[in-house]
């Protein structure tokens, strides 16, 4: 199904494409859609801010990477977030993780340059690698996780523990 150039499924419950070239200042994702897929809004470098629905569960491997916004709400329905989804996303400058988020896949808000306060909810069990990699700005994280030794860090391909590699020391 097509909806202004933006690809769903039949029964719009999944975003599967949204055009690089689609000139919008914000986007609206309708109700209903559960799913952001893979790559969905990749290099859509137009759209500064997104507006989510609380229907939205997952958002899928670098669905929004190389993305302009200044701005995004993640619903607390949103329980997955993909491997580099928010790559990149070079203007993104706060953001709180939804409470049902278990998982941070690797290179999830790798390299978001303007990124300074970050929000880590409690129910947060594994960092994958680089998840904060490159995060040059980041000076304010709050984390709810009362005992870090239960989180899993998986360690990346050199050997080291690189979840914020490149946070400033403050």
């Known amino acids: 199904k097509t909806d202004n150039g933006v690809i769903y499924n039949k029964d719009m419950t999944e975003l599967i494409k949204c055009p690089m070239a689609l000139y919008s200042a914000s986007f609206q994702i309708p109700?209903?859609?559960?799913?952001?897929?893979?790559?969905?809004?990749?290099?859509?470098?137009?759209?500064?801010?997104?507006?989510?629905?609380?229907?939205?569960?997952?958002?899928?491997?670098?669905?929004?990477?190389?993305?302009?916004?200044?701005?995004?709400?993640?619903?607390?329905?949103?329980?997955?977030?993909?491997?580099?989804?928010?790559?990149?996303c070079s203007k993104l400058e706060n953001l709180i993780i939804p409470e049902e988020v278990e998982e941070l896949s690797t290179m999830a808000f790798a390299s978001c340059d303007k990124l300074t306060y970050l929000y880590?909810?409690?129910?947060v069990k594994r960092?994958?690698?680089?998840?904060?990699?490159n995060c040059k700005s980041l000076t304010m994280i709050n984390s709810m996780i009362e005992d870090m030794n239960s989180v899993k860090f998986e360690i990346s391909y050199d050997g080291e523990y690189n979840q914020f590699n490149s946070i400033p020391d403050t």
Do not use: H, W
């Open 120 to 123: 880590i909810p409690a129910n």
């Open 127 to 133: 960092l994958e690698t680089s998840v904060f990699y």
């Open 31 to 88: 109700d209903g859609v559960k799913t952001i897929a893979d790559y969905a809004f990749y290099e859509c470098k137009n759209i500064e801010k997104f507006y989510l629905p609380e229907t939205i569960e997952t958002i899928g491997m670098s669905a929004f990477e190389n993305c302009m916004m200044n701005a995004i709400r993640l619903p607390q329905s949103t329980s997955s977030i993909g491997m580099s989804a928010f790559y990149n």
